[in-house]
């Protein structure tokens, strides 16, 4: 019996493996592969894309950890839409690394942030300036296509394919596998396609990260009380009561020479009552002195010396103006009248989103100590 040759063109040859290798690079966007949370989506093929049009959610890829590699994924941007979509990476419980878009931020300093969610909290009132973002014009007609590269301790992200970085920075938590989560943009509704994960490619272009300037003579620890309703601090009379009925069991210290960020030791959203905790120095005088104490916080704070509130301001997002963000920075300042001997500061830090955060030092420590 003859045996019949078949004939393949290359061309078909080609176009077959070039389809499978597509296939296997872009991550099908389906509930198959794909874990749905989100106040409403559609599955569809938008801009000659298969997509999901996700509105207030997020999507997590199911069954896969990711520790170092390449993300890259397509997003639709509308103009004028205030909105955060990104990518969520090491994803565990709820601490992350993050790098979002801000699209209605188009061409200002502040269109894009790299920031860790540190025990629920995406603390960017802390990590803001050249460090953490780039100014960048944002298509709104066409996909925008993000770059993801991540190694180990450090990351990278390139816009529209560009061939040099435009962010390099260092990631913020322990090097540790963890889900992939990309997220919509709020209220508005956004289109994301072409979704891939290459875990062979981590190798970094160009690494030469920002560096920021660190704020000289901080406070550099503070210990930290468990956490309370905020609602307490109303009745100044009853404070004596609040203080006394907290514990005292974790300190914070300065992160990057600017504060201390207290969700790194307390989650705000963990189920339980309270957005609030004591932050506390102990101030050893060697003479009845006053004493000029500069300071931040967000997002509130109610300052206490020796069981007596002194001060109490507001510091969180447009709480000013339309535009003022609420970073963190010495822009508050109060006199301390210390007594001879011991002294106890407290600074009671409430928290809504944005950071969770504190910082003071003293212009002059002649004649104190500080605990």
Known sequence: MKRRSIFI??????????????????????????KIEAKSYVLETYKDQASIYLQRGAITLKDETFLNGTIEYDIHLRENVRGFPGVHFRVNDANAEE??????????????????????ITPWQFYFGPKYSFPYHYKFDDWTHVKLVVNNDRAQVFLDYS????????????VKA?????????????????ISIDKEKDTLKDFMPIERKPIEGLIPNWEISDKFEESLLVDHTKLNDVIESRTWEKEIVVEEGTAANISRKVEL???????TVFAKITIHSDRPQTKLFDFGYSDRVMAI??????????????SRDYRYLGTIGLFDAIYLDLKKGKNTLLMAVSEDFGGWLITGKFQDNSGIKIK
């Open 99 to 120: 790098f979002y878009i801000r699209p209605h931020q188009s061409g200002n300093p502040d269109a894009n942030q790299a920031t860790p969610i540190t025990n629920g």
């Open 163 to 174: 061939d040099t970085p435009n962010l390099s920075w260092k990631l913020f938590h322990k």
């Open 269 to 275: 959203r963990d189920g339980k009552p309270g957005n």
């Open 305 to 318: 010396l020796n069981g007596q509130p002194i001060y109490k301001g507001t510091n969180n997002f447009r």
């Open 9 to 34: 063109p290359s061309l078909f040859i080609s176009l077959f493996f070039t389809q499978v290798i597509v296939s296997q690079e872009s991550i099908p966007l389906d509930t198959l592969h794909w």
């Open 178 to 194: 963890g889900e992939i989560r990309l997220t919509g943009g709020g209220n508005q509704a956004l289109h994301i396609a072409n």
